[in-house]
């Protein structure tokens, strides 16, 4: 038996969650085909999904087609639940990639084909309803060919597309050859020198096609309606004959990845895990993230569309697990796996606001709430300020927004109002910086000697941090200790937000060895510990970072709009007003293609003025860019929520206070 862990991909509204009801009737798991709009579909299971008809937690389902078992995997298409999606494309053996044929190619469709295609993930296309009214079949397969990629294949041709009686015809093998030829030779001078020759079969063309759409250097191109089921069948067959089954090797050490957690009805952790190699069984052992074991007591896997209970799981599956009470999304179970799929493939949320009880009595709650959510989305990154008492989150999107407040109402009892959405800035030295403090002189009141240079890093360098002293001149601990804490105090620069792109390195160091009198215990007050060196470093931190120089970057989209020529008079002035850069035009016969750099704060009111300033024709599409300089107003500040190292009379009495000193 073969394994398919498929994920279903697509921009918002093109009708991800309803291929995925028709596939899962074509092959008989399902006897009704549900519906988004009446909320009873397999993989929207959550209330609120069912009520707003959109996907927001990827879900899994699975079906045989001959004698291959598929994991299917419905992700949201909402731009604001990209962080969903991300989770799921490591799990992946091949994706399907959904375009409307009325909507076509979308922003969202190019930020997730661009991410499949630097993942390597093999993948189909599906042109879905063709029986829509204003379908234009031809008009978006030319669009995917520019604006996704040129190496593409169609399958078929679509007949009375529009109506309901829309159908998808494959090629024959006479028709279908010219399709292959171009895309296919690009990648095999073989396959080129035997078409020159003359001695070119079918047969040869199809064992490429199947060869480099497994190595993602091909897409073949379906098309179909899953409201009517046209060209579902064909994809089916394209699915199990194009894409490559899970590779897998059962014997090998334990490997696999967490992608989704959830709670069950009695409030426990249920894990989603894709195994990548050995075999899982229930009372193994697991090591977890920051050195937390946890127990495996119930593992079930997916199968003919329904969850069932098994001793263990094998690679290649995708399995549920119970017991890891310490679990997040992201550990590693077993042997850590090291590929392109690892890591960050989006950009980050930019946006971030307060989240604030309707009920003073209920911030307790709240708090408890927010952190059951960010156990499920990590990337909404929970910040508790105690001194304000207020929480924040980050965002991606005022509908992720609106989301969090419907699930804190629905599952939490907790009415909640935000405040106005800001934008997420990150600061950067932009020098270098130096400070040191030493032990027993003054104004130090610790027993330590820290020195820290910061130093400015290339853009998306991140942090580094290195050591000019020696490792043995002090206890492993304390480097440990300021290491850490430096991580830790990077999270709020000068003006409150994250610090990114430098090299801290430890230039001075220093400790009071320990110290006992004689049949006595250790003696705290006259030797150093790991407090001393984690109260020190940030202020000498902080110090070095004013004189580095700190300058706020807040994000910036790319955009790219497209509207009539003749609007351009109107439009032009709008975006100077919003801030926005256009970098290069373009005329496309009456239309005009703008592109450029937009700031992310005045994305949202320039997609609400576009519609009025071109008659409703304008199209915008923005993703996330860079983060550029703040060149306009203010420099915003972020309130802090530590213990303000930049005040230092203020940060040693709240270090006193939570020391009890």
Not at 73 to 81: A, E, K, L, Q, V
Not at 84 to 90: A, D, F, I, K, P
Not at 103 to 112: I, P, S
Request: proline share 5%; aromatic share 4%; with cysteine.
């Amino acid at each position: 038996m073969h394994l398919l862990n498929l994920g279903i991909l697509a921009h918002v509204d093109a009708g991800k969650t309803s291929l995925t009801e028709r596939l899962l009737h074509t092959v008989g798991v399902i006897d009704e085909i549900g519906s988004v709009d009446d909320g009873n579909t397999q993989t929207d299971s959550l209330a609120l999904e069912r009520r707003r008809g959109i996907t927001i937690k990827s879900a899994v389902v699975s079906f045989a087609v001959d004698d291959t078992t598929v994991n299917l995997i419905d992700t949201p298409g909402h731009p604001d639940f990209i962080a969903e999606v991300e989770r799921v494309l490591g799990v992946l053996d091949g994706a399907v990639l959904v375009v409307s044929a009325v909507e076509g190619v979308q922003a969202q469709t190019r930020v997730l084909m661009r991410t499949l295609q630097r993942l390597r993930i093999p993948t189909l296309i599906f042109v879905n309803k063709i029986d829509r009214r204003g379908a234009r079949c031809a008009e978006v397969l030319e669009r995917i060919s520019e604006r996704l990629t040129p190496a593409i294949v169609p399958m078929g041709e679509v007949g009375q597309q529009g109506t309901r009686d829309a159908y998808f015809t494959p090629y024959p093998a006479a028709r279908l050859r010219p399709h292959l030829l171009d895309p296919l030779a690009d990648h095999d001078e073989e396959l080129l020198a035997a078409y020159v020759e003359d001695r070119m079969s079918h047969d040869r063309l199809r064992s490429a096609l199947v060869e480099q759409t497994g190595a993602a250097l091909v897409h073949p191109v379906f098309f179909g309606s899953a409201v009517t089921g046209a060209g579902v069948t064909e994809l089916i067959a394209g699915v199990r004959e194009l894409l490559p089954a899970a590779k897998a090797d059962a014997e090998a050490p334990v490997s696999g990845t967490v992608f989704k957690v959830e709670r069950g009805a009695a409030g426990e952790k249920i894990a989603y895990a894709r195994m990548f190699s050995g075999t899982l069984r229930t009372r193994d052992r697991l090591p977890l993230h920051g050195g937390e074991e946890g127990k495996v007591t119930g593992i079930s896997v997916f199968d003919a569309g329904s969850a069932l209970r098994t001793e263990s799981v094998t690679a290649g599956r995708i399995a549920r697990l119970w017991g890891l009470g310490a679990v997040r999304i992201g550990d590693t179970l077993g042997a850590p796996r090291t590929s392109s799929a690892d890591g960050h493939h989006f950009a980050p949320p930019t946006l971030e606001t307060v989240v604030s009880p309707r009920r003073t009595g209920d911030r307790g709650a709240l708090h408890l709430a927010l952190t059951r959510l960010a156990e499920q989305d990590p990337l909404i990154d929970l910040r508790q300020d105690d001194v304000r008492g207020e929480v924040s989150v980050s965002l991606y999107g005022e509908v992720q927004k609106e989301v969090i407040q419907a699930t804190l109402a629905d599952e939490f009892g907790i009415d909640v109002v935000f405040r106005e959405t800001t934008p997420l800035c990150v600061e950067r030295p932009v020098g270098s910086g130096a400070a040191v403090e030493f032990n027993q002189k003054d104004p130090n009141p610790f027993l330590a000697t820290v020195g820290l240079r910061v130093d400015a890093a290339p853009v998306g360098s991140g942090v580094s941090f290195r050591l000019e002293v020696e490792l043995g001149s002090m206890p492993y601990a304390f480097f440990k200790a300021v290491e850490d804490t430096v991580q830790e105090a990077l999270g709020q620069g000068v003006h409150g937000w994250q610090v990114t792109d430098c090299t801290v390195t430890m230039t001075h160091s220093g400790y009071s060895p320990r110290q006992s009198h004689a049949h006595q215990r250790f003696d705290k007050s006259m030797s150093s510990t790991g407090a001393d060196f984690r109260g020190l470093t940030p202020l000498v931190l902080m110090d070095a970072l004013r004189a580095a120089g700190s300058q706020v970057n807040e994000p910036m989209n790319r955009f790219r709009l497209e509207a009539p020529t003749d609007t351009l008079a109107a439009v032009l002035p709008v975006l100077a007003r919003q801030r926005a850069v256009p970098q290069t035009t373009r005329m496309l016969g009456a239309t005009c293609v703008l592109e450029g750099v937009l700031p992310v704060m005045e994305t949202h009111g320039l997609e609400q003025l576009l519609p009025g300033l071109t008659r409703g024709e304008g199209e915008l599409e923005c993703a996330f860019d860079h983060y550029a300089p703040v060149a306009h107003g203010a420099i915003p500040d972020r309130p802090r929520t530590d213990m303000n190292p930049l005040d230092r009379k203020e940060y040693l009495l709240n270090v006193t206070r939570r020391t009890g000193g």
